[in-house]
């Protein structure tokens, strides 16, 4: 049980692996199929939920923009905690994604958004038609983590050109 204790210290709050590392690493599911799905990851509205507090909280709406030539995602959303904007990598070998969540401080939930980040690993979930995983936070307040889904809601339309008549 000591020997636990201080493991499960400085190791709360964050992922055993970095966000590339994650992404990077293949499963057996991966290994197996060895088909590359782009069309897991279009940039739209998606829908995510986190359980804390032995609960879960969301859906919440979150615009992400995949880049497919740098392979990385960014967005931006609002939850129970406040405004923020996402940044993150993902692979479609391993369908994984691994993001970073920066919250804007002063918005929200004042005692809860200190501007912190939260690190999101997900895999594709091809049984849930979802993506699926852990949230990890460290803060000076607080250390734990949660599952977490994310979900495409709506596919973002094309940006068209306006043309004015002349």
Partial sequence: ???????????????????????NSTTKYNEETQ???????QSGVWESQY???KKWHGFHQVDL??????????GSGFDDIGMYTIDGVYSTHSRRMGLTKTYQAGTGNLSENLGHKVTIQLEWNRNTNQF????????????????FTLKLNK?????LPIYEKV
Avoid: H
């Fill in 51 to 53: 359980f804390q507090y």
């Fill in 35 to 41: 088909i590359i799905d782009i069309k897991l990851f």
């Fill in 132 to 147: 699926e995983g852990q949230w990890y936070v460290r803060t000076r307040n607080f250390k734990g983590s949660g599952d």
């Fill in 155 to 159: 596919q973002q339309l094309p940006i």
């Fill in 65 to 74: 923009f995949f880049d497919a030539q740098q392979l990385k995602v960014t």
């Fill in 1 to 23: 049980m000591l020997i636990c204790l201080p493991v499960y210290c400085c190791c709360a709050g964050r992922p055993s692996r970095s966000n590339a590392r994650f992404v």
